[in-house]
């Protein structure tokens, strides 16, 4: 069996960069690869969880009802 797409060895690699972004490049050897995969999919889930928190401020601002 030939080393490539759809291998254990691949299908091992996406399930790690399944549960964390650029272990499966990391695991197949690609340092630089897995670094830049990590860095990126950290930098965007940042921008995303910045907006999750920016809709949920919006949101919590024209719901408030003061008490009284």
């Known amino acids: 069996m ?4 759809g291998s254990t060895g691949n299908v091992i690699a996406a399930v790690c960069s399944f549960f ?3 272990l499966g490049q990391l695991v197949q050897g690609r ?11 950290a930098a965007l889930w940042l921008v ?3 907006w999750i928190i920016h809709l949920w401020s919006i ?3 024209a719901l408030y ?3 009284g």
Not at 31 to 41: E, P, S
């Open 59 to 61: 949101l919590d601002a």
């Open 65 to 67: 009802k003061p008490q």
């Open 20 to 22: 964390i972004p650029g």
């Open 2 to 5: 030939s080393a490539g797409q």
């Open 31 to 41: 340092l630089l690869k897995a670094i830049i995969m990590f860095v990126l999919a």
């Open 48 to 50: 995303w969880l910045g």
